[in-house]
């Protein structure tokens, strides 16, 4: 099938892959001429594992994937997914304007198309997105009718970075929301070699889906993070509280890490839209999600409370910070807990050193210019007055690398038992 997929980030990239993959031919179309350019070089613009080998053979080998700016290039497909960005707006609302944008652009494109086309979007949007914003604007500027000479689906991706080619291939479930059976039939065939449960819906309970599931995961970090509190208070290891825990089958012990909390391009910008949008668009203020949210904001700088306890006064005091991206395995730093810990530390007068396998270049385009970046770890340690492990990346992992340093860990990156021998250890909640 001829595919084309507008926006080629870490989702749309990796779905364009992954469908091509498949055997399906795919355009990427990007507004970013840079990452056009890099894609068609057989090269990811992002990093995510696996991907760039993939790249490689579907962009130089078998040319079932190249990218393009021009719109009018979706002329030669049937499907156009549409992936761009949905940030956070400053009032914590979603900023629809990326959507806004290529719904627009598609429909001028398929103005001059005869037949029947599907626009299916991957991007997370705020229920009711595609009835009230991406159909209006796709009829208007086609002068097309959907249900008759275009089909809508909302299929959402569910991908973790640093796992999403491998969540591409092997997902959990697929996700359908379609305005007729004809667009859904499509989407089912497109995903024909992918062995997963597919469940068919309408749009906007497709959309709510993908919410309802970002909440789910965000309130069980924010849920255990407050039984680590209690726990560190009475001196209860957390960690076996929830292998107490995982043997009850209702319960498992998946999203129960206990640390600095959820950070990333997802779960804290879709928790404030989907709370902003309760509210003041349906006049329903959440209770529960405004807590996981006030839960998480504290956690991250209970690492710098703890550096005070230690420290004293943070001005002039040299920290290390070690872990730049959200998580390990990726280069986001979308929302990463590091930016805003750094922030408060640079405020206190701190004289910060950073160091990170990934993510230093992304973090040089958001954070102030006085954090001094490092190229490696022992290098970020050196003459260092304490250490915060803020990712848990494996190379962080050796006790002995902080040997008689003051070492404050927000990831259970070190085995605390281990790391009291070798330095002065102190886990955020443990
Ligand atoms: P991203 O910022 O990495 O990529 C978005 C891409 O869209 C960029 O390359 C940008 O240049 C391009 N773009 C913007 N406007 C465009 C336009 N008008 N036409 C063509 N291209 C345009 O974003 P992402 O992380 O891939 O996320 C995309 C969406 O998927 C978001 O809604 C996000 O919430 C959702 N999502 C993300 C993840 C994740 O882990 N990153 C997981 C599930 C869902």
Redesign the pocket.
């Known amino acids: 099938m001829n595919i084309s997929v ?9 779905t364009a892959a992954g469908l091509a993959h498949n055997g399906h031919n795919v355009v990427c ?4 001429r840079y ?1 056009v350019n890099t894609i068609n070089r057989g090269v990811s ?2 990093f995510e594992a696996g991907l760039d080998d993939l790249l490689h053979n579907l962009v130089s080998d078998a040319g079932h994937l190249r990218a393009t ?1 021009e ?1 009018n290039e979706l002329l030669d497909t049937v499907l156009t997914f549409i ?5 956070s707006n400053s009032d914590g609302s979603i900023d629809l ?3 806004r ?2 719904a627009k ?1 598609i429909g001028k494109a398929l103005e001059s198309k005869k037949n029947y086309h599907i626009v299916a979007t ?4 705020i229920p009711g997105t595609t009835k009230d914003v991406i159909i209006p604007l796709l009829e208007k500027y086609s002068k097309r009718k959907v249900g008759k000479d275009i089909g809508i689906a909302y299929n ?6 640093g796992k ?1 080619v491998q969540a591409f291939f092997s997902p959990d479930r697929i996700i359908i929301g379609e305005s007729d059976k004809r667009a859904g039939d499509l989407l089912v065939k497109v995903y024909k070699d992918i062995v997963a449960p597919v469940f068919r819906t309408d749009i906007t309970t497709a959309e709510m889906i ?1 919410y309802a599931s ?1 909440a789910f995961l965000a309130t069980k970090i924010s849920f255990i993070n407050e039984i680590a509190n209690i726990c560190q208070k009475l001196g209860a290891d957390v960690y076996d509280v929830v292998k107490g825990l995982s043997f009850d089958y209702r319960i498992g012990d998946k999203f129960l890490s206990a640390g600095i909390g959820f950070g ?3 779960l804290p ?2 928790l404030r839209a989907l709370v902003y949008a309760s509210a003041n668009r349906l006049d329903y203020p959440t209770a529960l999600l405004k807590a996981v949210l006030d839960v998480n904001e504290a956690q991250a700088l209970k690492l710098v409370e703890i550096a005070e306890q230690k420290l004293g006064d943070l001005d002039g005091r040299k920290i290390t910070v070690l872990g730049l991206a959200f998580k390990p395995d990726t280069d ?1 730093v ?1 929302d990463a807990p590091a930016i805003r810990i750094i922030r408060v530390l640079l405020e206190k007068g701190a004289v910060v050193k950073a160091y990170d396998p990934e993510a230093m270049e992304n973090a040089k385009n958001v954070l102030p210019k006085e954090v001094r970046y490092c190229k490696s770890v022992k290098n970020a340690i050196s003459g260092s007055e304490c250490v915060l492990i803020v990712t848990e990346w494996d190379e962080f992992r050796d006790e002995n690398i902080y040997r008689n340093k003051i070492v404050i860990d927000g990831r259970r990156a070190l085995e605390p038992r281990k790391a009291k021998v070798v330095c002065d250890y102190q886990g955020v909640c443990w």
């Open positions: 507008i926006g080629a980030g870490y989702v749309g990239l990796v179309i990007d507004i970013d990452k613009p992002i700016t719109y992936c761009v960005g949905t940030p304007g990326y959507i944008d290529s652009r991957r991007s997370t949007i959402p991706e569910f991908l973790q970075e999403a993908k970002n990333g391009s997802c910008k879709d986001d979308r």
